[in-house]
């Protein structure tokens, strides 16, 4: 059973930092592309950042300069490192992985049950 499983969510305050991680499991992630998207109450998954399989990186204009994905393929896992965050980052984050390097979430095979990140101003 293919799996992606996040970790890392919790409650920080406005400027502060939070760490998020995913791994995979049941299937080899190292020719997938492994992004980030995040869902806040209402509105649409909207991407956050991909490491590809290359080991470049892609973020939305929202989040560059303060949020930064790394990838180790050896543990089939993809990180993303959120600083100076705001209450308009609070979401319930996912993790994903597609075949093809893409921004928007179509496309992306496989999805993890997300974690909650909220930021209190």
């Known amino acids: 059973q293919v799996q992606l499983v996040e970790s890392g969510g919790g409650l920080v305050q406005a400027g502060g930092s939070l760490n998020l991680s995913c791994t995979g499991s049941?299937?080899?992630?190292?020719?997938?592309?492994m992004a980030w998207f995040r869902q806040a109450p209402g509105k649409e998954r909207d991407f956050v950042g991909l490491?590809?399989?290359?080991?470049?990186?892609r973020y939305a204009d929202s989040v560059m300069g303060r949020f930064t994905i790394t990838r180790d393929f050896a543990k089939n896992a993809v990180y993303l490192q959120m600083t100076s965050l705001k209450p308009e980052d609070t979401a319930i984050y996912y993790c994903?992985?597609?075949?093809?390097?893409?921004?928007?979430?179509?496309?992306?095979?496989?999805w993890g049950r997300g974690t909650q990140v909220t930021v209190s101003s």
């Open positions: 049941g299937h080899t992630f190292s020719n997938y592309a």
């Open positions: 490491g590809s399989q290359s080991g470049g990186t």
């Open positions: 994903a992985a597609a075949p093809i390097v893409r921004t928007t979430a179509q496309g992306y095979n496989y």
